[in-house]
T-cell receptor, first 114, second 111 residues
Framework: DADVTQTPRNRITKTGKRIMLECSQTKGHDRMYWYRQDPGLGLRLIYY???????NKGEISDGYSVSRQAQAKFSLSLESAIPNQTALYFC?????????????FGSGTRLTVV | TQLLEQSPQFLSIQEGENLTVYCNSSSVFSSLQWYRQEPGEGPVLLVTVVTGGEVKKLKRLTFQFGDARKDSSLHITAAQPGDTGLYLC???????????FGTGTRLTIIP
């Protein structure tokens, strides 16, 4: 099994619908992150959590919300999806800061909003 | 404004050639990482550098961190088709324990 599992892998949804992307990890890491990837823009941070009781906004949090249900689970919600939220979404984990062993990424969710 | 600039954006070379890709910033990194991403997958960590002037080697890949900790390079010797992918640099630019990613270099090695 993958260390970081994202579901679904692909999703097409209509404008205005609520959608949840889920992430679970078996790494035992405290820190979890949600990024989106767009061509030419790279990976941009949406939300991050350094432990179960800690939730922080990233650089592009508008239109998104998150829930850290447990150390191993971190979900991302789009309350009312819009077409410019079409992107590749990645969940990542780390056990401490960037000077350590780096981030472990999931395989991504390709989201299309029509 | 992109905090981390990677160049070139695209690179296509023949198998066996050497290449270098670059990652530059106007900010000082407390640490910098390189990742490789293949289609349909998430980025995978290649290396972390933390000391100015540091050089790390991973088989045919050589990573260098600039003395001022504002830039880094990745050099690949005798490129192989398996090196094809998107190479991303990422740095802790603000010293706030989070990574900021560059836009990436998409590398294609032609057999």
């Amino acid at each position: 099994d993958a260390d970081v599992t994202q579901t679904p892998r692909n999703r097409i949804t209509k404008t205005g619908k609520r959608i949840m992307l889920e992430c679970s990890q078996t790494k035992g890491h405290d820190r979890m992150y949600w990024y989106r990837q767009d061509p030419g823009l790279g990976l941009r941070l949406i939300y991050y959590s350094f432990d179960v009781k800690d939730i922080n906004k990233g650089e592009i949090s508008d239109g998104y919300s998150v829930s850290r249900q447990a150390q191993a689970k971190f979900s991302l919600s789009l309350e009312s999806a819009i077409p410019n939220q079409t992107a590749l979404y990645f969940c990542a984990t780390s056990d401490h800061g960037p000077k350590g062993r780096g981030y472990t990424f999931g395989s991504g969710t390709r989201l299309t909003v029509v | 404004t992109q905090l981390l600039e990677q160049s070139p954006q695209f690179l296509s070379i023949q198998e066996g050639e050497n290449l270098t890709v670059y990652c530059n910033s106007s900010s000082v990194f407390s640490s910098l990482q390189w990742y490789r991403q293949e289609p349909g997958e998430g980025p995978v960590l290649l290396v972390t550098v933390v000391t100015g002037g540091e050089v790390k080697k991973l088989k045919r890949l050589t990573f260098q961190f600039g003395d001022a900790r504002k830039d880094s390079s990745l050099h690949i010797t005798a490129a192989q088709p398996g090196d094809t992918g998107l190479y991303l640099c990422a740095g802790d630019v603000f010293g706030n324990e989070k990574l900021t990613f560059g836009t990436g270099t998409r590398l294609t090695i032609i057999p």
